[in-house]
């Protein structure tokens, strides 16, 4: 079967793109099923999907199934494009973080006329098993993770175990991304390097720790990892026969086994795969640091890594984040990485439920000790699912009347909480906060004047400055928003 595989535009805050690794991982396996296969990411494609759909019909060739992934922000995107797609003819199938947690949405009307099958959880072998019956004009049976309509009916079997060996899946087809439109993960240089070939990997999947905030429906509670073998074996796939020339390791936590991770920073070096430099895109977790680990992932060709800080309280942490960490983990782990040249980069949540000026004061404060190279604010997103999520339906209102609205670029107050938490406060001090990292201080300007993205989009970088320095009317609390009151008093 002819299929397209399928991301909106990731709408993240800069102009930095990351290949969606799973589409990677389902285009891999199907195309090893004997299947075509077409990457599509709206993030890096200067046409819309349509384009495809209908060059591919006027080629004689068309698409007979969509796969679309998303995240819970990218949910209106994802579903306009599976309208676009119906409109065609083609069988829309919807899969990823977002269609884990709640399935049943999109088999609802309006989504419905236009959603034909959403599948749960990991979905290698399950979304093979769909295209493969449908190839031979099967019908669809108990396919695990699978959600559909036969006459009317929602149809659900339930989500297959996560999947145990994952050094039995290939690669991912990294091969087809447009790769040289992927610059760079994070500014490793001074510039976005517009020539950069930027790459991610999976070594495992999975976190065994229970932050409250954090959405993880997909790869779940369970660590699961890759043979150290297996991820050098990507890793020389990727450096000498795609020409990577940065690389991203995007697990949930790559380092909870603190040997293994050794032992893979030793034979990074041994393959002498260390002139790439590579960084830890979504953080790692500072109690599973020593000094000899970051000194073997510099050697390993590491440049930044990343932690979640989450907050400079330590009753905050402990009992509202529950990030099974201290403050001294933390201090820890900055100095190690720093003693071993890495540049650090610290992630803080501003807004958490029972965050108020003294605590976000405190994580203002820690920032500025543990001054990492970059740092980012963000202001806490209930995403359903979590315990945040149920925390606010407790008292509480969670703003968000459309999923786009818990992108990162946002950056807007999403909920209420009871009389004691202040939702002004909280973005008062998140601003404050990139005040006094970037802006107050003579030698962070400096550096922010020197990079070179800042000065080749002027329009972006103003943007930019108004939404984090300044304010924008959207950034308002829903009931101070000028469009929402017009409504309220109409
Ligand atoms: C790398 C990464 C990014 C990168 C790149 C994203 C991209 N282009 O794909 C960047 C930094 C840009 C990013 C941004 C964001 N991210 Co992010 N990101 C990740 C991370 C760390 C790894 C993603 C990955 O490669 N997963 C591994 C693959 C194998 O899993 P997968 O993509 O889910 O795909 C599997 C299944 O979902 C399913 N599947 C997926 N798509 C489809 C499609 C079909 C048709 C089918 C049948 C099946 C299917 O099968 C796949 C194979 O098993 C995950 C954490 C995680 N462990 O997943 C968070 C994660 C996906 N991100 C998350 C969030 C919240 C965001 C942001 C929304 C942050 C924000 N507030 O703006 C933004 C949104 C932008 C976006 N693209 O959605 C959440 C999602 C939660 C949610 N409820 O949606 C996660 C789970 C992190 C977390 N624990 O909170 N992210
Ligand atoms: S450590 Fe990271 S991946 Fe694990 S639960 Fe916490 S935020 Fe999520």
Redesign the pocket.
């Known amino acids: 079967m002819r299929v397209i ?1 399928a ?1 909106p535009e ?3 805050w800069s102009a930095r793109k ?6 990677g ?2 285009a891999a396996v199907i195309r090893e099923g004997g299947h075509e296969v077409m990457i599509f990411d709206a ?1 890096v494609e200067d046409v819309d999907v349509e384009y495809y759909l209908d060059l591919a019909v006027a080629e004689g060739r068309p698409y007979a199934m969509i ?3 998303a ?4 949910m209106p995107d994802a579903w306009q494009m599976a309208k676009l797609a119906k409109a065609r003819g083609l069988i829309t ?6 269609l ?2 709640m399935p049943l949405e999109s088999m609802q009307a309006p989504h419905d006329a236009y959603v034909d099958y959403v ?1 749960k ?4 072998y399950s ?1 093979l098993e769909l295209i493969d019956t449908l190839e031979a004009g099967r019908e669809p049976g108990i396919i695990p993770g699978i959600h559909f309509k036969r006459n009317g009916e929602i149809i659900a079997s339930p989500e297959s175990p996560m999947i145990p060996d994952l050094d039995a899946l290939p690669f991912p087809a990294h091969d087809l991304f447009k790769i040289d439109r992927y610059t760079n993960l994070q500014p490793l240089t001074d510039g976005l390097d517009r020539n950069a070939r930027s790459f ?1 990997i ?1 070594t495992s ?1 999975g976190c065994p720790y229970k932050c409250t905030f ?6 779940g509670d369970t660590w699961r990892a890759r043979s150290v073998e297996s991820v050098i074996q990507e890793w020389k796939w990727l450096v000498h026969g795609l020409g990577a020339t940065e690389i991203g390791v ?1 697990d ?1 936590i790559w380092n909870l086994k603190l040997p293994r991770a050794k032992e893979l920073c030793r034979r990074l070096v041994e393959e002498g795969l260390n002139h790439v430099p590579w960084v830890t ?2 953080g790692m977790k500072v109690n599973h640091t020593d000094l000899e680990l970051f000194q073997l992932m510099k050697a390993a060709g590491c440049k930044r890594v990343g932690f979640g800080v989450e907050n400079g309280d330590e009753n905050m942490l402990r009992n509202v984040i529950r990030k099974g960490q201290t403050l001294d983990q933390v201090r820890e782990a900055f100095a190690n990485a720093k003693a071993a040249n890495l540049q650090t980069m610290g992630f803080f949540i501003f807004g958490m439920p029972g965050d108020n000026e003294e605590t976000m004061e405190k994580t203002i404060k820690l920032a500025l000790e543990l001054d990492p190279k970059l740092a980012n604010f963000m202001l806490a ?1 209930p ?1 359903p ?1 979590t315990v945040m999520y149920d925390m606010i339906q407790d008292g509480g209102e969670v703003f968000a009347d459309n999923w786009g609205d ?3 670029h946002e950056q807007k107050p999403r909920f209420s909480m009871n009389e004691n938490y202040d939702a002004e406060m909280v973005i008062k001090k998140w601003r404050e906060a990139y005040r006094r990292f970037y802006l107050y201080r003579p030698e962070r300007v400096l550096e922010k004047m020197m990079f070179k993205e800042n000065w080749t989009n002027i329009p972006g970088t103003l943007a930019q400055v108004k939404r984090f320095f300044i304010g924008t009317p959207d950034q308002q609390p829903p009931s101070e928003r000028p469009a929402q009151r017009e409504k309220a008093a109409a």
Do not use: M, N, Q, W
């Open positions: 595989l991301s990731a709408k993240v990351h290949i969606p690794l799973g589409l991982y389902l993030s796969g679309i992934t995240t819970t922000p990218l199938v919807l899969g990823g973080p977002h884990t947690i599948f959880g990991e979905a290698e979304f991610t999976l999947r954090c959405s993880k429906p997909v790869t995007t949930d895109v979504h997103a995403f699912g818990f992108a990162i």
